[in-house]
């Protein structure tokens, strides 16, 4: 078996240094941001083997799970990781919401911070988890061991048991507990991990946790969670951009049903009530005279951030920068120019965004309970809002109805924080999708320019790309935006392409808008491969070359050109006959993919299939992996056909949630997903949101082979052939 | 404040609500503590909210509570003792689920449209289920999930 070192701890000194102390800490962290760490206790029942694992008096495995669960399979796929090593059975392992202890429970890969998001949970926690049970089958071969007097190299554990080989006996855990307690192993012993040909639980598909409580209506999620002495409460925003109450009347509202009281915030006005109805009404009765609407619109937008393309004294934060690509560009023999316009685009999740928030310790203190995907930033919205020090911010994580990086920066705990506090009593907020649409967070729109230059046979010799977007992370964690050199990583992120090229320059150029940025699935991936991959095609096109056999010729690592062939191969590219056929290819989250959009060949072109291959490294629930691309692909498809949320007069132009157009079933291709190289990876990479960026590409590119022409803004129009 | 006497579930319940207008979703969620159906839009546009009503599936958004007379209001809850429904035994099967947010009201869609449909053509059930959103794309898995629950109901 293979030896491990000791998990490297983000806090190495913390056992030593605060065990027993009982008390609150702050402790810097690399990512520029703050570690908050409370207390010593896990909070785990049963005999502690690990911050993630503790064993029951009836051998259950207890999972302090650090990921939020919100469809994405987390709390399948995590515990599977830790059963492989343990040799649990997965029935037998119970979840428990891991307590906010950044410094225990933080993901390695995100600065050590608990956020479930950028496809990196399961990849983040994979070692560690490994560890985790490692250590917890040594505590039960070595229980084993003096119950029974085996050696411990002659046993193995699984199905929730101890195995001695020579003898063929097995010991349950359930026995094992039951006849003596269990001892972590000393925190230098060697953790020997698993072989990945011994695996026998990662790699299988398993039912997903939690189904039955899907379709049966038991699932509770952040808004079915509402305590039963808390009001609910609706804040009433105004409808356009940075509008803030002037003048409220009340009389009306406050009359209304069960309607308790009205908070004047400084961005809206809350009806309190004890029932939903109540509170949707009363927001609905208030008579707010707002502050005037700016006369911003997609024009003012887009002109800003064009100009930013010709302004010399801002040449952008570059990402990338090989040879001199000016030259390289005035030397090609031909020279290719796109630009690519991205709508701002909203999340749309399903659940409205909830919190509860609920004064402790006279006041000083405050319990947050919500839909979130990130503990550590719920506590951060709860204490500024609640005006009281980290620390005194308790949080509890609930599960999400969709999330789509919308409940990372979780903004509605700054208005339940505020309501319950100025109320004195503890209040449930949710926001109406109508509100969210209008005024909630957006990816940001972007602008990409790309020039690229040949050589006479076609190959790249030059690629100039800049994108021109708002920042996310400057607007709103600026400590990190500083602390990641100024460059915005959710803004970039799709940029980076997979193709060899002599010189090149990769430049990100931040513009601000009055719309409040935020995360969303696939972040600016979602957009940027659009931009790379039909600027591929027109490359290809102008030089009479095959898509794919240009591709192959200008990628270099073998897993791009594996889900390369793949696809091909799978979609039947290069046959004859009568569809079009468009390719995309992206290598992103440490993960590749490559689609092919299969179209009716007619003078418009009707999208009929995605055939997507993608090497996501180990897959550990396969299944899952494929359902994950298939759902970020609709997203994708979504996105490319018709998602957009236009300005007009400094608000969006949205009367109804109904005006967001986004796919439905009736108008969905079929979808292939072909796993590829997960056989013998040996690490996981990321899953969630690669699905996204590659649809609307692969389509354009289909839908070019017959027009001649690439749509430069998206969305576009993708009229979809139903069988 | 009005009492209004209802059918959910098989069960006859009485509810004291502000307005008879009360949509019927707020009085099972907020005064029945039928949490299974889904609060999303509340404007009829997401299908989250989706019962039956004597058979037939409405919006729960916008049915007021004072107009349903003696009808019997079906929610998830009650579609099944066990959960074994054979749509929720489909959707089991398919593993449809992601976040699971939408499920209610697309199966509470679904077990409406097969009372009327019950050999639906896969375009039937496209149109039907078109109707409920889902966000995390799981559209693909619901059509087969239905159709194959047509098939379990008269297998």
Known sequence: MAETKQPRRMLPTRRGFFTGVGVTAVVASGGGGYVWWSGDRTGLPGTEIDDFVAVEADGTIVFACPAVEMGQGATTALPMVLAEEIGADLARIRLLPARRIAARYGNPDFDGRMVTADSKTTRGYFDLLRRAGARARLAFFDAARRLEGWSVDDLEARDHAVRHRPSGRALDFAEIVARTTLAAPGTDTPLPLKPRRAFTVIGTSPPLRDTLARVTGAMRYGIDRRSPDALVAVVRRAPHLGGRPLEVRDGEARRFGGVVDVVRLDDGVAVAATDTWSALEGARRLDVVWSPPSDVSDATFEAILVAALSDDRDRGAVLAETGDVQGALTHATRRFVARSHAPHVSHLAMEPMNAEARGTTLGLAVDIRSSTQSQDLDMMYGARSWKTAPFLVETEPAPCGGAFGRRVLNDVVRDAARVAKTLGRPVQVIRPLLDELRRGQVRPAAVHEIEAGTDAAGDLVAWHHRQVSDSVLARQIPATFEARGRIDNTSTDGMRHPYRVGAERLAWIRRELPVEPGFLRGVSAGHATWAIETMVDRIAAAHGRDPLDWRRAHVDDPRGRAVLDDVALASGWGRADDRLRGLALMVFRGSWVATVAEATHEATPRLVRLWIAADVGLAIHPENVRRQIEGAAILGLSMAAGERLRYAGGRAVIDGVGDYPVARCDALPRISVRLVGHEAAERPYGVGEIGVPTVAPAIANAFARRTGTWADRLPFVVDVART | ?155
Do not use: W
């Open chain 2, 1 to 155: 404040m009005v009492s209004i006497e209802l059918s959910v579930n098989g069960e006859t319940r009485t509810v004291t609500v502000p307005d008879p207008a009360m949509p019927l979703l707020f009085v099972l969620r907020d005064l029945l503590g039928l949490t299974g159906t889904r609060i999303g839009c509340t404007e009829a546009v997401c299908g989250a909210c989706t019962v039956l009503v004597d058979g037939a599936a409405v919006r729960s958004c916008q049915t007021a509570v004072g107009d349903l007379g003696g009808a019997a209001v079906t929610t998830i809850e009650g579609l099944s003792k066990r959960g074994d429904h054979p749509l929720q035994r489909a959707f089991v099967e398919a593993d449809v689920p992601q976040c699971g947010y939408c499920q209610s009201g697309q199966i509470m869609r679904a077990a409406g449209f097969l009372m009327e449909r019950p050999d639906p053509t896969r375009r039937e059930v496209e149109d039907a289920m078109a109707e409920i959103l889902c966000r995390c794309g799981t559209g693909p898995r619901i059509v087969e999930a239905v159709l194959r629950a047509a098939e379990l109901a008269h297998g």
